[in-house]
């Protein structure tokens, strides 16, 4: 395995709280979160959250169910990432962006932002060209399309499969 | 970013979806008091674990939350 370097944890798209790890006593202590493109960040110190939760429970409710979706994402993740092949792990990493992302239009689900291989190595734990390659797998087993740099997804029930969901579930 | 923007913002949360938007306006001015919204350009870094306080960060784009580590004894901040 290699040395230290970047790997994206999330993709956080406009209007997604961030920041309720620092509410607990656990800390990832090399990640950060940056803007991808130029942005306005609105910024709530925890005394207001905390003040807030109490006048408003069911936003403390929300955030604990939250927290918790947040969890078995990066669960997931980890183990696609320590215990999958690039291909499955880029399968997986493809159904949680169409989740997150996905346009339905007939026929196939796109996903609007333009991935980069290398942006999506990082996102996985794997490089460039590992990236190309799964992608040549994936279109060879109709799962999904690439169109000038766009991905569409054809078939999710073959993308599962290549991400080892339909086992996992059987 | 002006107020409805702010509030259309606010309202796209889903820990604050149930709040009506009057409720939103109220969050929002107590924010706008506090100096809480922050310009940044692409790739501009807004969380680091070394921030002392928590905070609760709403992007109105795109982000990315990232690691350097990636083996368990190494560690630095590269980037920020």
């Given at each position: 395995m290699e040395a230290s370097r970047e790997f994206t944890l999330e993709v956080l798209e406009a209007g997604t709280v961030f920041g309720?790890?620092?509410?607990?006593?656990?800390?990832?202590?090399d990640a950060y979160a940056q803007a991808t493109e130029p942005s306005i960040v609105l910024a709530m110190e925890r005394a207001d959250v905390e003040h807030l939760i109490q006048q408003k429970p069911q936003v403390g409710i929300r955030m604990i169910s939250l927290l918790s979706e947040r969890l078995h994402y990066y669960e997931t993740r980890m183990q696609d990432v320590t215990l999958k092949e690039v291909p499955a792990r880029l399968a997986s990493l493809i159904l949680f962006l169409i989740e997150s992302e996905g346009v339905k239009r007939p026929g196939e689900i796109g996903i609007p932002t333009r991935y980069s291989h290398e942006h999506l190595g990082t996102m996985i734990g794997a490089n460039r060209e590992a990236v190309t390659r799964a992608f040549g797998r994936l279109q060879d087993e109709g799962a999904l399309q690439i169109r000038r740099r766009f991905i569409y997804v054809e078939d999710v029930e073959a993308l599962e499969r290549a991400a080892g969901r339909l086992l996992e579930e059987e | 970013m002006n107020e409805e923007q702010q509030i259309k913002l606010l309202s796209k949360v889903d820990i604050f979806e149930s709040l009506p938007e009057e409720e939103l306006r109220g969050i929002l001015r107590d924010l706008l008091q506090r100096n809480a919204e922050i310009n940044l350009g692409g790739g501009?870094?807004?969380?680091?674990?070394?921030?002392p306080d928590g905070k609760l960060f709403i992007p109105s784009n795109r982000a990315g939350y990232e690691?350097?580590?990636?083996?368990?004894q190494e560690s630095s901040l590269s980037r920020c």
């Amino acid at each position: 395995m290699e040395a230290s370097r970047e790997f994206t944890l999330e993709v956080l798209e406009a209007g997604t709280v961030f920041g309720e790890v620092a509410f607990t006593a656990h800390r990832l202590r090399d990640a950060y979160a940056q803007a991808t493109e130029p942005s306005i960040v609105l910024a709530m110190e925890r005394a207001d959250v905390e003040h807030l939760i109490q006048q408003k429970p069911q936003v403390g409710i929300r955030m604990i169910s939250l927290l918790s979706e947040r969890l078995h994402y990066y669960e997931t993740r980890m183990q696609d990432v320590t215990l999958k092949e690039v291909p499955a792990r880029l399968a997986s990493l493809i159904l949680f962006l169409i989740e997150s992302e996905g346009v339905k239009r007939p026929g196939e689900i796109g996903i609007p932002t333009r991935y980069s291989h290398e942006h999506l190595g990082t996102m996985i734990g794997a490089n460039r060209e590992a990236v190309t390659r799964a992608f040549g797998r994936l279109q060879d087993e109709g799962a999904l399309q690439i169109r000038r740099r766009f991905i569409y997804v054809e078939d999710v029930e073959a993308l599962e499969r290549a991400a080892g969901r339909l086992l996992e579930e059987e | 970013m002006n107020e409805e923007q702010q509030i259309k913002l606010l309202s796209k949360v889903d820990i604050f979806e149930s709040l009506p938007e009057e409720e939103l306006r109220g969050i929002l001015r107590d924010l706008l008091q506090r100096n809480a919204e922050i310009n940044l350009g692409g790739g501009e870094v807004f969380y680091t674990p070394r921030q002392p306080d928590g905070k609760l960060f709403i992007p109105s784009n795109r982000a990315g939350y990232e690691s350097t580590r990636w083996k368990p004894q190494e560690s630095s901040l590269s980037r920020c």
